[in-house]
């Protein structure tokens, strides 16, 4: 990557719009959504822009800005109909500490305006480093049809119950608690549009739990139970081959266990935060290692182990052991339709139909 994505603060924060095109009316139609001060530098308006700029956040100076009109500015979009005074502003705002971006000249940004799903306080950008933001809107257009229209209100009263959650939940059983508000029947009764409904079961849940050692918690949203998923990852290149559900159990991940040899591209999908090990040939076999996932398995941890087919060969026998170490139901193999199995990629006892999962 030749730009690094992150998400800027605009509380308190003063952003900067020097010009009166039409593309100066989209930044500050984009940046009326936050909760920025915003101050519009351009000697006249269209009539959109005028409408735009009569918003009580905004500050328009009929004049265009000089260094020391830009001092104090977290941020500043540069729009005028002149590509040379676009980069004489966008110098004078830089040299003034802003972070700058000029429309339509990815030589002369700092950074580059994404292409943005709004569910607030869930964004998603896509961004493609300036060099096409058609594409980078039309992936928006296809991850607005993937996201529910309420998502946005789930996260705010996630947010809002974020604190008792915290007093009233073991940090160890906060992951299945909001996994049970996301994707059990909170989540959906907000879907339904009943917030309070779902409100309602979440406090219920706290309360509950309050004084119980977590057992009523337990009860209502279900015992966590740990398992050891085995992707077989595919050719290095070929990334695109890996199966949904593969990407899920990557992100739900406690611990990676990872060969040597498996694509970057693919670790990239995982949990940031989860544990990462490098397993070599006969690392599977140890009975330390074995006796250490039985016990994570047992304490609801999951454990993903990425390896491609050379590496499947050579831990054939260790995962063997491994699935009667943790249990059959708790553990499962995963690989792209119509290719490896567990079953033949090695000499050895063939795993019961119901433990090797094709997706």
């Not at 009929?62 to 540069?78: C, I, N, Q, Y």
């Not at 096409?132 to 991850?143: M, T, W």
Request: proline residues 5%.
């Amino acid at each position: 990557m030749k730009t690094f994505p992150m998400f800027i603060k605009t509380t308190g924060q003063r952003v900067a719009i020097v010009g009166n095109s039409e593309a100066a009316a989209a930044k500050l139609r984009l940046l009326l959504k936050t909760d920025a001060a915003i101050v519009l530098f351009a000697p006249d308006l269209d009539p959109d822009l005028a409408r735009l700029a009569s918003a009580s956040r905004v500050a328009h100076l009929t004049r265009w800005p000089d260094t020391a009109d830009l001092s104090g500015f977290r941020m500043a979009f540069v729009a005028t109909r002149c590509a040379g005074a676009n980069r004489t502003f966008a110098r004078l705002a830089a040299e003034m500490g802003a972070l700058v971006n000029v429309v339509d000249d990815p030589d002369a940004s700092m950074a580059y305006t994404p292409s943005i799903v709004d569910r607030d306080p869930v964004v998603i950008a896509i961004g493609t480093e300036g060099t096409a933001p058609l594409l980078g809107r039309r992936i928006k257009s296809r991850i607005e049809t993937l996201l529910d229209t309420r998502i946005g209100r789930l996260a705010a009263l996630a947010g809002r119950m974020r604190g008792r959650v915290a007093a009233k939940v073991a940090r160890r059983d906060r992951r299945a608690f909001w996994t049970w508000v996301f994707d059990g029947a909170p989540g959906e009764a907000l879907a339904l549009g009943d917030e309070a409904g779902a409100r309602r079961m979440i406090e219920s849940a706290l309360v509950a739990n309050g004084g119980s050692g977590g057992e009523a918690l337990a009860e209502t949203v279900g015992a966590r139970s740990g398992r050891v998923t085995v992707i077989a990852a595919p050719p290095t290149g070929q990334a695109d081959l890996i199966p949904v559900r593969a990407v899920r159990k990557l992100q739900e991940a406690d611990e990676i266990w990872h060969g040597l040899a498996t694509d970057p591209i693919i670790l990239d999908y995982a949990r940031r935060d989860a544990h990462w090990t490098e397993i070599r040939k006969g690392d599977l076999r140890r009975t330390a290692r074995l006796d250490a996932a039985a016990a994570a398995v047992r304490a609801g941890r999951n454990i993903v182990i990425l390896l491609d087919r050379d590496g499947l060969a050579d831990h054939r026998d260790g995962l063997l052991r491994l699935r009667l170490a943790v249990g059959w139901a708790a553990f499962e193999f995963l690989a792209a339709a119509g290719r490896e199995r567990l079953d033949t990629v090695g000499p050895g006892d063939v795993p019961p139909p119901s433990i090797v999962r094709v997706a």
